[in-house]
């Protein structure tokens, strides 16, 4: 799996990535890096962050600066703003990564396991898009922000009901803003990604011995999961000048997942083709 942009097709442009020193987050940056930008990633553990960022500089040749700051804390994002304008200058894109997820059945989560979830994902993402609009409002730059949601954002879906109705907040608030700070040449765009296997999400959403009972890539009419480096290469146009007129769009990367599983007739992919040979004869009218 290749890397898609020409090389040096986000030189020069400065990138926050929430969420950045772990799996998808990671991923992404390392391709921004490959591609010439600067990048910040910032999450809570800073000892995780400073390792990407050595790994990521080393492998990439590229500038890391790593951060600590909890998206549900205004001040500490307002400083990630600050030190990245003192280290790197101008801000031209945010990628609104970080999240938090388990499964569970709704009626078993206490009141704090709903409210930790709607934290990290909705107010996270809506306090990190008010600080870094606000800024490029203010300094009349224009910015770009990319939200990763799921596609859950819009089906909705049972066992993930906290993290359902966060990222359906986050997808409101990517359309919402693509109009309303269009005029200030901030665009707003999501991707809706299918499973891609990451520590972090693998060991939440699919613990203990549900990874041998549900095997997500049966769900796929691709029959796989995603590869990193494919949705770092939509990231990464995203994130670019070649999708300048792209705005307000969630970009679904599933394989065609849910689609698949919203499909009246979909399970009949589990018919064999002699059964498809005898309906054929009885043109439906029985045996
Ligand atoms: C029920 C749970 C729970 C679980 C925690 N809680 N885990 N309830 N089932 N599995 C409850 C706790 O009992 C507590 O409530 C409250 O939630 C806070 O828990 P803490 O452990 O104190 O929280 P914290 O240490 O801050 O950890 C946050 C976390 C954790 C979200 C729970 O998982 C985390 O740090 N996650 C970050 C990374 C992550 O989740 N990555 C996966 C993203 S994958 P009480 O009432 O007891 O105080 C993803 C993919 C989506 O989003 C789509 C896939 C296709
Ligand atoms: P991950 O590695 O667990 O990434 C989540 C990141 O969020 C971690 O780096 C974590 O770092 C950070 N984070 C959590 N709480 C935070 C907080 N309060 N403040 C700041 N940072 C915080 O999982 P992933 O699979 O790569 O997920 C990345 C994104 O993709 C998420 O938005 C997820 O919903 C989305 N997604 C993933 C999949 C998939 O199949 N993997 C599918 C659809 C969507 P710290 O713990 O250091 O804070």
Redesign the pocket.
């Known amino acids: 799996m290749e890397g898609m942009l020409k090389p040096g097709s986000l030189q020069g442009k400065t990138v926050i990535i929430t969420?950045g020193g772990?799996?998808l987050g990671k991923s992404m940056g390392k391709y921004m890096l490959e591609l010439g930008a600067n990048l910040v990633i910032t999450s809570?553990k800073k000892e995780v962050l400073d390792k990407t960022a050595a790994e990521l500089e080393q492998a990439t040749g590229g500038k890391v600066l790593a951060l600590g700051c909890d998206v549900r804390k205004y001040e500490e994002i307002e400083n990630v703003i600050k030190e990245t304008e003192k280290r790197f200058g101008q801000i031209h894109g945010v990628l609104n990564n970080?999240?938090?997820?388990?499964?569970?059945p709704t009626e078993?989560?206490?009141?704090?396991?709903?409210?930790?979830?709607v934290d990290?994902?909705l107010k996270g993402t809506y306090y990190m898009t008010l600080a870094a609009g606000k800024n490029w409002i203010q300094q009349k730059q224009s910015g770009n922000f990319l939200n990763?949601v799921?596609?859950?954002a819009w089906t909705g879906s049972g066992y993930?009901v906290p993290?359902a109705c966060s990222?359906a907040g986050v997808l409101a608030l990517t359309r919402s803003l693509a109009v309303e700070w269009a005029k200030y040449k901030i665009r707003s765009n999501a991707i809706a990604?299918?499973?891609?296997p990451?520590e972090?999400?693998w060991?939440?959403?699919l613990?203990g011995d549900l990874v041998k009972k549900f095997d997500?890539a049966a769900r796929i009419p691709l029959k796989r999961v995603g590869e990193h480096q494919e949705l770092a290469n939509l990231a990464a146009y995203l994130m670019s000048d070649y999708s300048a007129y792209i705005n307000g769009e969630v970009i679904t990367i599933?394989g065609g997942e849910w689609l698949r599983n919203g499909g009246e007739f979909s399970h009949l992919e589990t018919i064999p083709e002699e059964m498809w040979d005898q309906l054929e004869k009885t043109k439906g009218k029985g045996a």
């Open positions: 969420g772990t799996g809570r970080a999240a938090g997820n388990f499964i569970s078993r989560l206490s009141h704090r396991a709903f409210d930790i979830i990290i994902v990763i799921t596609t859950y993930v993290s990222k990604p299918g499973p891609f990451t972090g999400a060991s939440r959403l613990p997500p599933d």
